[in-house]
């Protein structure tokens, strides 16, 4: 599997090089690091404060399909604004099948919004288990009961930190019937 990861905004390349690393090695995906895009300015909500997920997945889609031939390639947006989803007021990401696109935000994954010191160590932890979380939902993965795996729905930062990175065997095996390689 090729995967694009597009960072949106401003988003630090020691993250963007991890999240590459562990696709790599824990989907066997080759992975590109793309050119930097400006979050979409039509998508911030002036009320909420919050960018519409849904609205910054249609409008990098658009810019995109002109650019790229093969649409069929996953697109893994990586953004440091907070984004919301219809009926949610936050999100960590979110997978949309019908654009082969997934956004996961870093806002709410940073130690500094919940008042805390800056920690490096545990944005990078939390990013990944989301971006493997949005991939796994990718390759046809729902959410999973087991309250440690990377699939399991994480509406909070202690669900985030709770879950590992890695799929439980139960996610394995549906992995493995749909003809996935992983490690």
Not at 18 to 24: D, I, S, W
Not at 70 to 76: G, W
Not at 82 to 108: Q, T, W
Request: glycine content about 4%; proline content about 3%; overall charge neutral.
């Amino acid at each position: 599997m090729l995967i694009r990861i597009i960072p949106l905004g401003n988003v630090q390349k020691h993250i963007l090089d991890a999240v590459q690393a562990e696709l790599q090695d824990r989907l066997e995906a080759k992975c590109r690091i793309m050119e930097q895009h400006d979050i979409p300015k039509e998508s911030f909500n002036q009320w909420r404060k919050q960018y519409n997920a849904e609205a910054v997945m249609d409008s990098l889609s658009k810019s995109l399909s002109a650019k790229f031939i093969d649409k069929d390639i996953p697109t893994l947006i990586i953004t440091d604004m907070d984004l919301y989803y219809s009926g949610l007021n936050f999100i960590f990401g979110l997978e949309d099948p019908e654009k082969s696109s997934a956004i996961v935000s870093i806002a709410r994954l940073k130690t500094e919004f919940y008042d805390g010191r800056p920690n490096q160590q545990k944005l990078l932890e939390r990013t990944i288990k989301e971006v493997v979380h949005e991939m796994g939902h990718y390759i046809g993965l729902d959410h999973c009961h087991n309250n440690y795996c990377v699939m399991c729905f994480s509406p909070s930062i202690q669900d985030v930190d709770t879950k590992d990175k890695n799929f439980c065997k139960e996610c394995k095996i549906k992995m493995m019937t749909k003809g996935i390689s992983m490690k």
